[in-house]
């Protein structure tokens, strides 16, 4: 990552581990589609670091990750709840509805990007008044961590999960940043899903290192059912599947994955702790994955551009940006873009 | 290539030269979502090869480039003509009928895979006497190479391209083995594209040497329209898609695809010849690109089997297999194959 | 009907019967969407009428019928086998790949628009070769009777769906003209039904005397699942639903629905009987329901115009003309066009 | 309407006059599926009461009429606005999303079910933000009246569909109760619609006397491409379509459907005028068609179930009931239920 870059962790480049990974799976020839050897030592490494058996789908992106997701757990008819600022709500040009045929996503509130538990109670309890006339409650779906950088506690998760389930939900997790939370809550990927609840999970790994390459991973083998139909019908089959695993499995190798998910985190830490006390700059979101939101002043944000620093605006808040850490962002980045923001030119 | 799998080009793995161009496509950050550099100087070079203005669309399976095809040139009522052995219609589990809303894929015979043009225009003479009851005549889809390995001479093309648009039909070109295709009839891509009548071309790179990468090229303007919303919703649109358009450039890079698919033909062809005069094999389509059909005698099959070899059997015919050579299969590989046809042990 | 329409038995009218139940059904205020005590009424009758539990979905169009059954017996990834002729393949603009959200109807041969049993169970053979990449078998539509006028036998039925059953699928029936096939047959709807292997039968009123009525009958509790919300979001679901109810009651009630039938058989059979021996005039398929299909030659077909009958020529084929008899249509007509045929002007 | 059911306006039954109407229809054969001499009429006598030329396509339900619409005038990968309480949004069951292939429904807030236009103009100020991975901003959809019983002025039309239009969105109109808005505004069908900014119009007619029959109106022929086509696949063209048109000829006819309107609004208004003062009851939103909103005291709510009343509970507030009046509703079934609440057992 470049040293004035903080766009996103998915303007980085791929890790040097992966690439390599890449190379070797590169000798001889191998049976296609996913039938080949490094996809099935990756179907078992994914059981041991999710410590059950788990179902995986080897994919490319994170939105096919998650409206494939979305196509397993809800019909046609079905609602899906999710925050009104959900990646699948506002960022994938209704790829869930599309999948799954037309489901309904159904926003919800929530400071910080976090549902709400109170308006998701509400919500299913009035659901099912009208019979046939509405979408049937058919799933939930949580961001871990969320579009705003930050993390449902293990509690949290748990007792959003439970009400889900009270109403016959199924539970998703959209893990693009999953290592990122896994890291800041330092527990198990277990704990992090199917012990809180979590029927599926889109399992990033791009964000975080890897040239292309995510995973759905199945908790429950019922919502497993034809799923590999439903990949080649959505154009998601590789051909050479073997060189997404040989990605995913070079990320799980040795804890790769968590070591780079815990250099961004440090990073977007420190620009967090760095920005208090600088005036004109001020945390919007609890800092706890890799993105930090900052409200700025407006000549705070143009010397930050004339300085050749490179970030985005929030949508739909003027005065609001993003900076995103990457597993290779130099500490020597955030040192620069603190400087240029204590002393603006 | 090893020397004993035949099964398919997709079994083989990356040429060094795409591997090497995604290590030098990994310096420094690039924008996401296709707004790097690479992405745009691919755009242009695209547009040389084809000698007009292109519009390019950069995928990872042939099945996406083939179903967004089908989703921008027919509308969900719509009928897509096709030969009924034509990949979208046998192999990708409804692939086009999903991305399109529901299109009606309409078989038509003719031998070897190519499509009869009598039969063509008897079922387009024929389409719309019973108005809105009956699928709206659409498009025609053409696999070039055909999934036979037969090849559509250039005045074939015409032909049919005649017929179609005589109708109102626009025409899609499946071009999964294009380069094999082209380097058999010796012409430009653009002689065998546009200047043939085809509005839409799935532009195959993966199964001749690259490691994920396709393209879906638009020569008429208007057919790009909302392409690119198209393809997110599909899931499709990756982040880091510098990555695909890399082993494009590289591919394309000094004619490399027309070299490599040159030596693919090349042994099929040698394939093809050695198998005259051997009892018990026999030919059964013409062989103009890199697949070879194989009529066998039973001992021969197993034969070849217990040698070791790889292939695959046709779905529909019981004695009927295909040997499939690639990029990257040494001659000598050809040479064991008929050595083994010759003397079965 | 008029004395010299043969065009459908849909250019009929509504049978008195039918309309005075209208009137009837106008007592009072009703509860809406089915809810009413009619529609309740009616459902017990058809449990009569069936001699089992039968789940029933009030409908206006049979391809609404037809395609809500598609829906709920093949996956959006599955294939539906039907005749190639048959009306859901030809007739209704994609309706059931629509309801369906994309499955694949595969169009199978057979003489007089009855599925060859032999091609099926070819065909099931084959399938799932390809595993992921091929659609999933799914389901079996057979149309009863058929496009062309005629009928299986009940041994013929339980054979086909013997095969289907032995591969998995479930077993539509359309029976847009189930009442002529059940008096041809002279069996009762059970034998006709669910004691020969179907598990969905689309249910025809309207082309039998009805206004607007048909019905999706369910035999398998399993399949009714949420069919409600299915037939909700076609938009099919209507609010005055006693008005449809009423005359599917008026249908049933003192076989009326059986003596209409009756009568167009009767008049169908009359009018084939009489075209043998007449020079120009030929049969083309067994007249088994209500439907005769003629190959006239040019002088007979421009002289029954001439003289003011109405008919279809049939699709793909030139001389072919069809001549459909209604509930209603006098034996008067029947002897007209016979005159007519016999003397031409 | 009996004179204690205050639950929905498609409780009540058919109208003498359009029940005459079907009787009248039913003389001799007809032309099927829309290709009839009533249809054709249709088609003219609405271009005379909107004053232009407008496409006609007759339909039985309002869902069918606002899914078609959102289908024409919005891409699957659009996004349609219209208010959080909208019809579309919460009671058809996902009937837009499905007909349009997964087109978005944004829900906007407002007051009495009416679209806040500032929250719109700032939706769609923001709107676009996120290029390619966001819905399209497609359509504007109005409920005229509103799911509250109120009414947009032509003021407030005309300042929305200045917004929409300025963003290139396209206007749809749910006139469930057209006809009810209409009479309020004493204006005419074209000041109410393509004079007012609206492109298509779900004109209904079933819940102010008809059987069952809806109509959709396209102001710009643009609009109508391939309705037809649509109609049919989605399983709502009908075969004895006359039918439907002669319920919709006899609504227009000499006025019929306004002097229904103003016989049922007047009867809300008198209703809603005998509410103020009684202790216990409120108005919860202004009066403006033939719905009455009220809050209750527990006690009178269930003092009028107790006598025999009807009425439906508001899906999300515990005390708040809907009364709905009819075309034929007498005006002493207010009377009664005013006394009722004025006297509580």
Redesign the interface.
């Known amino acids: ?2 040293g004035r ?1 903080f ?2 962790d ?5 890790a040097p581990e992966i ?1 390599a990974a ?2 070797r ?9 996913g039938a080949d050897a490094i996809t099935k030592r990756l179907q078992e490494r994914f059981c041991e670091v999710f410590e059950t058996r788990v179902d995986v789908l080897t ?7 998650n ?2 997701a979305v196509a397993q757990i809800s ?3 079905g609602a899906v709840y999710c925050h009104t600022d959900a990646h699948i709500n ?6 869930p ?3 799954s ?5 159904v926003g919800l509130g929530g400071a910080h990007a976090r549902i709400d538990i109170d308006e998701l109670a509400r919500t299913l309890n ?1 659901a099912g ?8 409650p058919a799933a939930l779906s949580l961001s871990q961590a969320t579009e705003r950088g930050t993390v449902y506690s293990r509690d949290e998760l748990a007792a959003l999960t439970r009400v889900a389930r009270a109403h016959g939900l199924r539970v998703h997790m959209d893990g693009a940043r999953f290592a990122n939370a896994l890291v800041h809550l330092g527990c198990t990927p277990a704990e992090l899903t199917w012990k809180a609840g979590i029927d599926v999970l889109s399992f990033g790994a ?2 975080n290192g890897a ?2 390459a995510e995973a759905l991973l199945v908790f429950d083998p019922a919502l497993a059912h ?1 799923l ?13 599947m073997r ?2 695993s040989a990605q995913l499995e070079a990320y799980l190798e040795g804890g790769l994955w968590l070591r780079f998910a815990r250099h961004a985190n440090a990073l977007a830490q420190a620009l967090a702790e760095g920005v208090e006390g600088i005036p004109g700059a001020e945390l919007v979101h609890p800092v706890q994955a890799n993105e930090v939101f900052l409200r700025l002043a407006p000549a705070l944000a143009s010397g930050l551009r004339d300085a050749g620093f490179e970030f985005y605006r929030s ?2 808040t003027e005065d609001c940006y993003r900076f995103v850490t990457a597993f290779d962002t130099p500490m020597s980045a955030v040192e620069s873009l603190l400087q240029a923001l204590r002393a603006p030119t």
């Open positions: 990552m470049s870059n766009r996103s998915n303007e980085a480049g791929v690439l890449l190379a799976a590169n000798e001889g020839t191998a049976h296609s589609y994919l490319v992106t994170g939105t096919a990750a409206s494939l019909p046609p008819y506002t960022d994938e040009c209704g790829a509805e599309f999948y045929g037309g489901a309904k996503l009035h008044y009208l019979g046939d006339h509405e979408c049937k791009t964000k040239m292309m034809e590999g139909r439903r990949r080649k019908r959505a154009g998601q089959l590789l051909s050479k060189f997404v949508p739909r």
